[in-house]
């Protein structure tokens, strides 16, 4: 497969993949209703970035393996639900104090984290994602070969994190828009709460559903 042809075929499945509701929607949204848009953009950088974990052993035929293992999959499901959880509960102990109104959008909604702190979060939740092999290992068999040059295979994985982050920081700009931002942070702490819930089901799920 050629390069542009593998690009397309790329930019076409990871971006229905992006957009598809999972932990990173929920936490990039979270993020940014709470803390404003500089915090929901470093989270959706983090969660990119987490992707290059994901590339590193795609691209090393360790997916494959990863895959079919049921001893290591399990591992990966229950660390990446406990993840979940963690951040599940966060969100459910947001407090009625994150309610403020009239809040210019350059300001943070409420105390945040620094910046490494919030990079983390971010990568965490991607880089922990248990579903993340399965994907990876699938898309990658469609554009791999074994002669393929290493350029090339860091053209897709750069190209991949560039996607990620362009839909993650396009969701963040639209919940800072003032006209949407002052419904959303009508509900203050409760849609906090909400997704907070929203996560740790998702964790639960993880933890609980039977390996494939």
């Known amino acids: 497969m050629g390069l542009f042809e593998g690009l397309l075929l790329i930019t076409t499945i990871h971006l229905l993949a992006a957009a598809s509701p999972g932990p990173d929607f929920v936490l990039v949204s979270q993020q940014t209703l709470a803390h404003g ?63 403020i109104d009239a809040i210019p959008l350059s300001a943070e909604v409420s105390p945040q984290l620094s910046n490494s702190k919030t990079l983390a979060k971010g990568f965490l939740c991607n880089a922990l994602n248990p579903k993340a092999p399965i994907y990876f290992v699938a898309l990658f068999t469609m554009v791999l070969s074994p002669d393929m040059p290493l350029y090339q295979l860091a053209i897709y994985g750069a190209w991949m994190m560039i996607l990620q982050f362009a839909w993650f920081a396009t969701v963040v700009i639209l919940l800072s828009r003032p006209r949407v931002n002052k419904q959303f942070q009508q509900f203050g702490h409760w849609l906090d709460r909400v997704l907070g819930g929203a996560m740790l089901l998702m964790g639960i799920k993880v933890i609980t559903s039977k390996i494939n």
């Open 37 to 99: 848009k500089k915090t929901g953009l470093l989270c959706s950088l983090g969660i990119a970035l987490g992707l290059a974990v994901h590339i590193i052993y795609s691209s090393l035929g360790l997916a494959a393996i990863i895959a079919n293992s049921e001893t290591i999959l399990w591992g990966i499901k229950l660390l990446g639900g406990s993840y979940l959880i963690y951040l599940g509960i966060q969100g459910l102990k947001a407090k009625q104090t994150n309610v």
